[in-house]
C-alpha cells in the first residue's frame, strides 16, 4: 500500500464533509406569546441559508438568505408562510453570544423573535 492510498479516505471525508448541509435549532416566541421553533440549514454549495420558524398552531414561515460576514451585521429576509401570511425577518448574529437572533414581523400584525445558538 503507497502513501496516496493512505491519503484517499481522509481527503474523500473532507470533501464530503464541506457537501453536507449545516443544520442550526432555535426556540422564541410571538409577541402573544405563542411558542415557536426555528431552524437554519446552511449550505456551502450554494452559499444560501434557509430559515424556517414553526408554530405548533400549525403554521411554518420560510425563507432564504446569503451568507454573510458574521460581524454584527444584519440581513432582511423575506419569510412566506404555510398559512398565506408573508413577511420579513431580520437575522443578527450576535457574536459574543454565539447566536443568530431573528425578529420578525408578518402581514396580519404577528410579531416575534428566534434565536439561533451554536452553544453545544
Excluded at 1 to 6: A, E, K, N
Excluded at 31 to 60: H, M
Excluded at 96 to 111: I, K, V, Y
Aim: proline letters at 5%; hydrophobic letters at 35%.
Amino acid at each position: 500500500m503507497g502513501p496516496s492510498t493512505l491519503h484517499l479516505p481522509i481527503i474523500l471525508v473532507v470533501a464530503f464533509a464541506g457537501c453536507a448541509p449545516n443544520v442550526t435549532g432555535g426556540t422564541g416566541r410571538t409577541t402573544d406569546g405563542g411558542e415557536l421553533v426555528g431552524r437554519l440549514t446552511g449550505s456551502a454549495a450554494d452559499g444560501e441559508t434557509a430559515v424556517e420558524v414553526i408554530s405548533p398552531q400549525g403554521w411554518t414561515c420560510s425563507g432564504k438568505y446569503r451568507h454573510q460576514a458574521f460581524d454584527g451585521t444584519s440581513t432582511t429576509v423575506p419569510l412566506t408562510c404555510t398559512d398565506g401570511r408573508t413577511g420579513t425577518g431580520v437575522i443578527v448574529f450576535e457574536k459574543f453570544a454565539l447566536n443568530f437572533r431573528m425578529p420578525f414581523s408578518l402581514n396580519d400584525g404577528t410579531q416575534g423573535s428566534v434565536i439561533f445558538s451554536f452553544k453545544g
